[in-house]
């Protein structure tokens, strides 16, 4: 997993919680948590602005 071990990863969480406090911890992970969901549900949801190209009436061909 990247070379990171498992003292690299304590080393991480340490500096993180003396930057942003405990009390931060909760808010941040909360948010994190928003935005994967929100990326997840972004990526299988289909766009509306991806469907057929619209046909010209008058020669039946594609509208450029």
């Not at 972004?42 to 046909?55: L, M, S, V």
């Amino acid at each position: 997993m990247f070379g990171i071990g498992m003292p690299e990863l304590i080393i991480i969480l340490i500096i993180i919680l003396i930057i942003f406090g405990a009390g931060k911890l909760p808010e941040i992970g909360s948010g994190i948590g928003k935005g994967i969901k929100n990326f997840k549900k972004a990526t299988h949801e289909t766009p509306d602005e991806i469907k057929a190209p619209e046909k010209d009436n008058d020669t039946g061909e594609d509208k450029p």
